[in-house]
C-alpha cells in the first residue's frame, strides 16, 4: 500500500459564522418554529448556498422583493440590510416582517442618518450593487449618498461645499484597500467627518488578520465561501496578496487536487457566512489522499453576540 503525502493544515481562527449571520439563520429557524412554513425571505438570508438550501428545506421561501411575498405569512430582511422603503412598503401591506438586519449594519445606517441630518454630504465606500450598499444608501433620500468604490472614485469626487463631508462604509470590505481609499479621503478633504470606531466590522478584520497570520506559511488557502459573499472574496483577496495560492469553494467538492501538487502547508477558513461542518468537510475530503496535521492558529478571541428580536425570544434565552 502506497502512503499518503503528509499535508499541514493551517486553520484560521477566528473563521466562519459571525455574530450577525449567527443571529440572522435563528431569526429564520424561529420564524419557521413560531408561525409555521413557509416563511418568506428577502433576499437570500446570508450570501451561503448551504445556509440557504438548508432553510429553503426548513420551509423558507427566498424572493428578491416583497412585491414576491404574499401579504398573510412573515417576511425576514436579510442580514445585509434594507433601504428604508422596505419596511414603510411591508407596514403598508400589513405584513408580519421581521429584521435580520445585522445590528453593526444598522449602526451604520444610524451614522448616515446622523451626518444627514447635520447637514454633511455623505460618501459610502462599498460595492456597486451589493444589497448592503443599496440598504445603506436607502436610509437617505436619492442623490444624499454617493458611492465611492476606488481611488479614481475619490479623485473625481466634487462635493458642493468640501468642509462639510462625511464618510461611512460597507462592513465587509478589505481592511487594507479601504485604509488606501480612507488616506485619500482625508488627504483631500482633511476636515471630513469619520466613524468613531470603524464601520468594517470586528468580524470581518479578524477573519483577515487570521488568513494574514496563516498566509505566510501556507503555499495554498482555501476559503470556505459562496462566489456573492463580499466578505469570503475578501478573505481570498488577502490570501493572494500575503502570497498564497487562493481559492474561494462553495465545499470539500469544490477542491481540486491539483491545486496541492508538491503542497505541504495548506490553511484554511471560512468566510462570515459559512458554516463550521464545511470546514470539516475539507480537512475529510484531504484527509482522503494526504497525511493531515491540523494545526490552529489563533489571531483573535470573539465574544460578541447579538439578541434576538423580542417577538423570537424564548424564556431559556441568556
Ligand atoms: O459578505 P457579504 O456582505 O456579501 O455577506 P455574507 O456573506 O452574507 O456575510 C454576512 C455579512 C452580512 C452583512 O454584513
Ligand atoms: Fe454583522 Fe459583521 Fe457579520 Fe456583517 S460580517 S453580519 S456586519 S458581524
Redesign the pocket.
Known sequence: MTQCPPITVLLASPRGFCA??DRAIQIVERAITKYGAPVYVRHEI???RHVVDRLKALGAVFVEELDDCPTDRPVVFS??GVPKSVPAEAKGRKMLYLDAT?PL?SKVHVEAERHHDAGREIVLIGHAG?P?VVGTMGQLPDGAVVLIETLDDVAAYQPQDPANVAFVTQ??LSVDDTAGIVAALRARFPAIAQPHKEDICYATTNRQEAVKTIAGRAEVLLVLGSA?????VRLAEVGLRSGARAYLIDDAQGLDFGWLDGTRVVGVTA???APEVLVQGVIDRLSERFEVTVEEIDAARETVTFKLPKVLARADDG
Open positions: 450577525g449571520v446570508v450570501h451561503n442580514a445585509h445585522c449594519v451589493h448592503e462592513t465587509t456573492n459573499s463580499s466578505n469570503s468566510g462570515a457566512s
